[in-house]
Each structure stands twice: as C-alpha cells, then as structure tokens.
C-alpha cells in the first residue's frame, strides 16, 4: 500500500473515477474495468491513477478504481455483493485475509500471464487456490521517531513498558490489513497461550489510539500526536523520497517481523471477465510493477523492476521473518480485544 502520504483526495479523469464503495451495478460493459481496492492504493499519492493510464494505453480499456477505505472494507463490501458483483476484480486482500475471502466463495480462479515468474513462496501464502496473485509484499514494523525524547524499543515486549504509555499509535484489526498484521505478528511472536495475554494487557495503557487504516493512523504520526506507529519497513523510503525526512527509522527486531503480502483477484460473477483478465495480466507485468515502489512503498513481487535508491538508504531488511496460518488470525484478534478489554 502507498503507506506514507496521508492527504488522499478523490480524482476524475477521462480514464480514471473514485466513487464511494457505493457503486451501483450496471449493464454489461465491456470497456471497463471496475476495482475494488482500498484509500491508499487509489488516492492521489498512490499508483492507481499511472495504472489506470498505463492500462488504457495498452488496451484500450478503461479501468474504474472505487476506494473503500481500508482493504478489510473493500473485502467485505465485495462479500455482501457476491450474488450480484458491482466489481470485476478486488485488490488488497492479503494473508491474513484471504481464508476468509476463500471461505466467502468470492473468488474465481485464474492464472495471469507472466504468474510462474512469481516467487512461489509469496504465492503459497495467499493460498493454494489459486484465486489470488501477489502484486506487492513488505514486512511490518514499528515506526519510530527519532528526535522522541523516549528510549529506541528493542523488541515488542519492550513496547508493554511504562515509557511509552499513549506513544504507540495502531490500527484496528478488524477494518485495517496494517491493524491486523500486527496482531498477527504478536501471535506469531508470542504464541496463542498466557504470553499472547499478558503482552496485550501491559501494552493497553501505552496504546494512544487504534485508527480505523493506515492513513488516518500514518497522519497522526507524521502529525507528531506520538512517536511510534505500526507501518512497513519501507515507510520511512518514502519519508525520505518526497520529504527529506531522515528521523523516522524503520526499527528491526531479532525476534523477527511478520511479512504482508498483498494479492489480487477476479469476482466471482465478473461483469467483465475479459478485461479483469487483461487488468490481472498487467497488474504483474513489469510495465505496472515498476509503477509500484514509488506510489505503492512495497516491493514488487516482479522481479525485474529495478528499486530506486531511497529504498537502499531507508528500507531496513529484517533478518527474520515470521508467519503463522491465516486461519487462526481471527482467533488472534479475539483474544487480543478480550485482552484489552478486561
């Protein structure tokens, strides 16, 4: 997700609309495209309007991005439409996601050109369907910034100490893939026992808020309201990139980070079946991925595309990484509010 600027404002062109997730059905049209996808991707900052461009000049198509606030949303947006899709294709459901979107039924099986140069790895994580394709993936991290008058945390158990009561600023699990992500990475670091518990309930006190996505958490943190925030390691790239921030700084950790992968996939009922194929053919392409790191602030899953430099400079690389079964996240984000909550 294009996780760093957090002005993100409506855009209409000739090739390009941005509705509320509100759209309404209409009869079969075969020249667009319709996407359901979440605020980053299509705000001004992120890749959708260059995609959209791109993916009119090569077929002639017109591709319509709705944004519907965070990706859980458009998911399940997408869900209360299954017997009647207004979309052709959804993207944004990742591995934390994509049980539930499997267990939906929503999604129809395809093999985009180009899919065997994807690392098999990233595919296996959304599933074995093969009812979703990667496009981007980052590991998460803390956020920290460094002119704080409070210590560096060194690990996630370091976040549960007194030092940062209402400095950690999260999503919430249930409308945000970034919310859930980190829940996820606690399970994955702390298991599904006492410790899962425990940890939640010291880190209560030092949680400022639980945005509801990415940006509106994201702005609170460039806005100074605390000095650590759930993002990617990429994030403080494009702080770099766009406004010579240097003080934010990616924070690695040796117990490991949990890694997000991001995929897309056609509806089932797809209006226009032809162009969401065309549309998933060139969302791997190397022409679309290298549209990516810049709007997107992930890793193309093409590995083709060249990085620029600010990711060399600012993109910290952890050493270990995490995953646990996307069927138990859930669960996970059970316990974690009955922690919370006591």
């Known amino acids: 997700?294009?996780?760093?600027?957090?002005?993100?404002?409506?855009?209409?062109?000739?090739?390009?609309?941005?509705?509320?997730?509100?759209?309404?059905?209409?009869?079969?049209?075969?020249?667009?495209?319709?996407?359901?996808?979440y605020d980053s991707f299509a705000g001004e900052w992120g890749p959708a309007s260059k995609l959209?461009?791109?993916?009119?000049?090569?077929?002639?198509?017109?591709?319509?991005?709705?944004?519907?606030?965070?990706?859980?949303?458009?998911?399940?947006?997408?869900?209360?439409?299954?017997?009647?899709?207004?979309?052709?294709?959804?993207?944004?459901?990742?591995?934390?996601?994509s049980s539930q979107a499997a267990d939906a039924g929503i999604l129809s099986e395809y093999s985009p050109k180009g899919i065997d140069s994807i690392d098999i790895a990233l595919r296996s994580l959304l599933g074995a369907e093969k009812k979703l394709v990667p496009y981007d993936w980052s590991h998460f991290a803390l956020i920290f910034d460094t002119r704080s008058s409070v210590p560096e945390p060194k690990s996630l158990r370091d976040l549960t100490d007194e030092a940062y009561k209402g400095k950690i600023i999260l999503m919430d699990p249930e409308t945000s893939t970034p919310g859930l992500g980190f829940v996820a990475w606690t399970r994955a670091v702390f298991g599904d026992g006492d410790a899962f518990t425990d940890f939640w309930t010291k880190l209560k006190p030092n949680i400022l808020t639980m945005a509801s996505g990415w940006s509106a958490g994201y702005g609170l943190f460039t806005s100074g309201e605390a000095p650590l925030v759930i993002s990617y390691t990429t994030s403080p790239a494009a702080n770099l990139e766009y406004d010579g921030i240097d003080y934010y700084k990616a924070l690695v950790f040796d117990e490991g980070h949990y890694m997000q992968v991001e995929g897309a996939g056609i509806l089932n009922g797809a209006q226009n079946r032809k162009g969401a194929e065309l549309f998933m053919d060139f969302l791997i392409s190397e022409e679309a991925q290298a549209v990516l790191p810049l709007t997107q602030w992930m890793y193309p899953v093409n590995g083709n595309v060249v990085l620029p430099d600010c990711y060399k400079k600012a993109a910290a690389v952890p050493g270990k990484t995490l995953s646990v079964d996307s069927a138990s996240v859930k669960d996970a984000v059970s316990d974690m509010f009955a922690a919370i909550r006591k």
């Open 1 to 37: 997700m294009n996780r760093i600027l957090v002005a993100f404002f409506s855009i209409v062109s000739s090739s390009l609309l941005f509705f509320g997730c509100t759209r309404k059905a209409e009869s079969a049209r075969s020249g667009e495209v319709v996407v359901y996808t």
């Open 52 to 97: 959209a461009e791109l993916f009119k000049k090569k077929t002639g198509l017109t591709v319509t991005f709705v944004d519907c606030g965070d990706a859980v949303q458009a998911m399940s947006r997408a869900i209360i439409e299954k017997d009647n899709p207004n979309a052709d294709v959804i993207i944004g459901i990742d591995n934390n996601t």
